[in-house]
């Protein structure tokens, strides 16, 4: 079983404070890295229906024990109402081979379809023991809260853009006022935070890699985070956050380098639809 620390959801599961992100591997590339990352700790692998990889990734996690394994997938936007998204849930089990998910996240706000609708979905499929706990991502905090109002089950987090370089503190803040574990997705940026040389000259103090310094940062901040790579190296760095740490004034200097910089969002608060990464 893995050493990797867990947060404790609203609803009592555990899950894995770092976890594999797939955006962008395809089928092969999943057949390479991901046996890596679980042979290496990982048990949290995160993905979804617009990934395009679910059924690779069903492939690989048959020749481990699902039950040591907390697995995510996302309903695409424009797969939000009822009917539809009971079907794109069937169809991400089957192509992941397994009975149930640990979470299953509304990969992106649609303005277009009544959130009402979406949540009856999702809590019938909750009934159902099809998905173990609920979230969504991409949510802003005014979305976050008209959700939490109507729906009849917790919704245990919120996966955003997250990183040194682009930080929502109210949106954190009010997710962890009520117990909304966030989700860092890009937690490195897509390597552009990497060059920061303020997160180098830390990771040469802590003699580790800049992405080590990155992701420790979020740990922190009690923010989950799921780097993806195909790397070997990296990927086994990328869990090595736990035997050092940052100390105050390391966190304090990396809080400072926040530029509103992201890498694949829109402005949430615009109500634009946006394409799902
Ligand atoms: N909910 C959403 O809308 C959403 C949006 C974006 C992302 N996500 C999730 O978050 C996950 C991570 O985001 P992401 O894939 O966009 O980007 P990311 O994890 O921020 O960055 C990935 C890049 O970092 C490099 N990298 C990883 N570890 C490294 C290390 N130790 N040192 C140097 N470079 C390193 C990788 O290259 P190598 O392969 O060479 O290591 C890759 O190019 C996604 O895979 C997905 O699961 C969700």
Redesign the pocket.
């Known amino acids: 079983m893995s050493s990797i620390p867990s947060r404790t959801l609203a609803a009592g599961d555990t899950l894995p404070i770092v976890g594999f992100?797939?955006?962008?591997l395809s089928e092969a590339d999943v057949h390479d890295v991901l046996p890596t990352a679980l042979d290496n700790g990982y048990t949290h692998v995160?993905t979804a229906e617009g990934y395009q990889n679910e059924e690779a990734i069903g492939e690989v996690i048959a020749e481990y024990e699902r039950d040591d394994l907390f697995l995510t997938s996302?309903v695409l936007p424009s797969h939000l109402h009822y009917e539809s998204l009971l079907d794109a849930l069937a169809r991400s089990l089957e192509r992941l081979g397994t009975e149930y998910l640990d979470l299953y996240l509304i990969?992106?706000p649609n303005p277009a379809i009544s959130i009402r609708n979406t949540l009856r979905a999702l809590e019938r499929a909750h009934e159902q023991g099809l998905i173990r706990n609920v979230g969504v991502?991409?949510f802003s905090r005014y979305q976050l809260q008209f959700a939490r109002r109507i729906a009849n089950v917790p919704i245990v987090a919120n996966?955003i853009?997250f990183h040194p370089w682009y930080v929502r503190q109210d949106l954190l803040d009010y997710c962890q006022e009520h117990d909304i574990v966030v989700e860092a997705?890009?937690?490195?940026?897509?390597?552009t935070v990497?060059e920061d040389p303020v997160i180098r000259e830390i990771a040469d103090s802590h003699d580790v890699?800049p992405?080590?310094v990155a992701l420790r940062w979020a740990v922190e901040k009690d923010v989950v985070v799921?780097?993806?790579?195909?790397?070997p190296d990296?990927i086994r760095?990328?869990l090595d956050l736990f035997d050092w740490s940052l100390d105050t004034e390391d966190m304090e200097r990396i809080d400072q380098l926040d530029r509103q910089e992201n890498v694949?969002m829109i402005d949430l608060d615009d109500e634009v639809y946006g394409v799902?990464?």
């Open positions: 992100g797939t955006w962008d995160d996302k990969h992106w991502s991409n996966q853009e997705a890009a937690p490195l940026a897509r390597t990497l890699m992405a080590q799921l780097p993806k790579s195909t790397n990296h760095a990328n694949y799902p990464a």
